[in-house]
């Protein structure tokens, strides 16, 4: 099965809206098959793994399977992988993770157990649900998982009062954040970082040119300039401006003929948030990665809309009042209102720490 782990994290950022799957056909003991899911509409593991077999000289009948989640059982762009393994003669299936799709959960186990296949699950199971954490999420909830990502000093400041940020942390550190942006399915920023930083917003990674990152900007008066980076680059048709009715059409006009401009209900601090999750989610992005300053990481973490932070810890101090934040807003009243993590993870980048945890309450 970590072997399974192991081949599904090769799909790393280039699934979705699928979830990555791994799978390994072992017979007498030795491994003579595996796959994995490479890309949406393309085959998934369990026929790659089989096909990897017989390309080989083995047949499938008689051997078991491993496989990092429940093989599917209805038609979508490929058929069942349940028929197959039956067809196979596969005589035992081991499964990590059960479907999270409450409409699907465990009917491909039945399917296979009809058949006369002996099917056992849950083998690393926590491990297999956490490689598809954002897929589990968005299938049940229908909004992609959030993360908030920022990198910052011990003392919480993201940028000088004079707006410095570049670096803060490390080479090591930055490539981890280049990671994150190829695991997700869009990054969002408000129109404050594009105004001072004029970001690419792209992942710089040796796989860079597989992946298709959507980059989502909160702009409610269409602020954004022509020249940016997000609007003049070649790769304009990932970008989304969400603009409100406040912006002045000629600005969204001039936008829309370089990028998309969705229009978003308003709320008193800006752009809804909740619609526009809603909204993304209904699109079949499955993970946000947000990289905003201050004020946007608030609203989102504030106000309960993240599950997840990757905070990056430079060994600096800038202090000052007027230095920005890594979270800004109101903030919490109380020890009590302060947002708690859980699954807290900490790793050591070169001279800096990254944390990564989910929000207590999710």
């Known amino acids: ?13 280039l699934t979705s809206p699928n979830p990555m799957v791994g799978a390994v056909l072992v017979k007498r003991g030795r491994a003579i098959g595996e ?14 793994a089989i096909l990897d077999a017989q390309s080989r000289g083995h047949s499938p009948a008689g051997a078991t399977l491993y496989v990092t989640l429940e093989p599917c059982c209805t038609h979508g762009r490929t058929p069942p992988c ?23 959960a465990g009917r491909g186990f039945a399917v296979l157990r009809r058949a006369g296949i002996e099917v056992i699950h849950g083998v690393l199971a926590a491990e297999c649900a956490r490689l598809n954490a954002a897929f589990n999420h968005w299938i049940v909830r229908g909004t992609p998982l959030v993360t908030v990502k920022a990198a910052m000093t011990l003392d919480g400041k993201m940028a000088t009062a004079s707006g410095e940020s570049k670096w803060i942390t490390g080479e090591a550190a930055r490539r981890e954040g280049h990671r994150l942006r190829l695991a997700a399915d869009a990054v969002l920023v408000g ?5 001072a930083d004029d970001p690419a917003l792209t992942v710089r990674l040796p796989r860079a040119r597989e992946n298709t990152l959507r980059r989502i900007i909160l702009d409610s008066r269409a602020r954004t300039p022509l020249a940016a980076k997000i609007v003049s680059d070649e790769m304009s048709q990932l970008t989304t401006i969400v603009v409100t009715r406040d912006a002045p059409a000629r600005r969204v006009a001039a936008l829309s003929r370089r990028v998309r401009v969705l229009e978003a209900p308003a709320t008193a601090d800006g752009v809804d948030l909740r619609w526009l999750l809603k909204r993304l989610g209904k699109e079949d992005v499955t993970s946000l990665l947000v990289e905003g300053g201050g004020t946007v990481n608030a609203a989102f973490l504030l106000g309960g809309l993240a599950q ?6 430079a060994p600096k101090i800038i202090g000052g009042r007027d230095a920005h934040k890594a979270v800004a807003g109101v903030g919490a009243s109380s020890l009590k209102e302060a947002l708690c993590l859980r699954d807290v993870r900490w790793r050591k980048l070169g001279p800096d720490l990254m944390l990564t945890a989910c929000l207590a309450a999710v």
């Open 1 to 13: 099965m970590r072997r399974a782990l192991a081949l599904a994290r090769r799909a790393l950022g």
């Open 35 to 48: 796959g994995w899911h490479t890309r949406a509409g393309e085959a998934h593991a369990e026929p790659k």
């Open 82 to 104: 349940t028929e197959l393994l039956i067809r196979s003669g596969v005589k035992r299936v081991i499964v990590g993770a059960t479907d999270p799709n409450p409409k699907h």
């Open 191 to 195: 129109i404050e970082t594009v105004l």
């Open 308 to 313: 997840r932070v990757a905070f990056f810890y």
